[in-house]
């Protein structure tokens, strides 16, 4: 059982746009900032939004991130079948004083 | 370029221990930034196991702290997990990573090693 709760897969058409929640709490998310990362098969994670919104370099704008209250959003759009993967939110949970991740949602572009 | 390596055996008896060390190359540990150590089940999600900095203060799971003991060796240039008393439950790909500021221990990982799956078996 994840600490952050994330949706176990969301699908799309190419072309379209996604969204990924990751819901937490006060101690998580509600005081700390959000970060995805990005599994493609057999690899290691990638960052792909850090700081609630940013994007490390190299990584394009249609991966956008937004935080509301103790809530989580990665936005992908214009999808393409390279984006099929394992997307991650995480975040530092100060009660715990330790890194925790959500269960991870498996994006299918269809 | 910073690159990690994850090495150490790729079978452990149950009750025994679990050792794997990272090599950073590219960047000194010693010049900044928590080293963290995730795992994954197969098939599963991402765990956080615990963080390390070059003086060695260290974050631990909660869940996982009695059992685990990270350290870290800036004359190698690495750092190592150590896990005691393995169940079939702690059986998974360990992976090593850079968090990416060089001293809050909150921000997130900006550079990983490949993986190494470490399987739990007699």
């Known amino acids: 059982q994840s600490v952050l709760t994330q949706p176990p897969s969301v699908s799309a058409a190419p072309g379209q746009k996604v969204t990924i929640s990751c819901s937490g709490s006060?101690?998580?998310?509600?005081?700390?900032?959000v970060s995805w990362y990005q599994q493609l098969p057999g690899t290691a994670p990638k960052l792909l939004i850090y700081?609630?919104?940013k994007r490390p370099s190299g990584i394009p704008d249609r991966f956008s991130g937004s935080k509301s209250g103790t809530s989580a959003t990665l936005g992908i759009t214009g999808l393409q079948t390279g984006d099929e993967a394992d997307y991650y939110c995480?975040?530092?949970?100060?009660?715990?004083?330790?890194?925790?991740f959500g269960g991870g949602t498996k994006l299918t572009v269809l | 370029q910073v690159q990690l390596q994850e090495s150490g055996p790729g079978l452990v008896k149950p009750s025994e221990t679990l050792s794997l060390s990272c090599t950073v190359s590219?960047?000194?540990?010693?010049?900044?930034?928590?080293w963290g150590w995730i795992r994954q089940p197969p098939g599963k999600g991402l765990e956080w196991i615990g963080n390390?900095?070059?003086?060695?203060?260290?974050y631990y799971s909660p869940s996982l702290k009695s059992r685990v003991t990270i350290s870290v060796d800036t004359s190698k240039n690495q750092f190592s997990l150590k896990l005691r008393s393995v169940t079939a439950a702690d059986a998974a790909v360990y992976y090593c990573?850079?968090?990416?500021?060089?001293?809050?221990?909150?921000?997130?990982?900006?550079?990983w090693g490949q993986g190494t799956l470490v399987t739990v078996s007699s």
């Open positions: 995480g975040t530092w949970d100060s009660s715990m004083r330790g890194g925790v």
């Open positions: 006060n101690s998580n998310i509600g005081n700390n900032y």
């Open positions: 390390i900095y070059h003086s060695g203060d260290t």
């Open positions: 700081e609630n919104n």
């Open positions: 590219g960047y000194s540990i010693s010049s900044g930034s928590y």
């Open positions: 990573a850079r968090v990416s500021h060089p001293v809050i221990v909150t921000a997130p990982f900006d550079y």
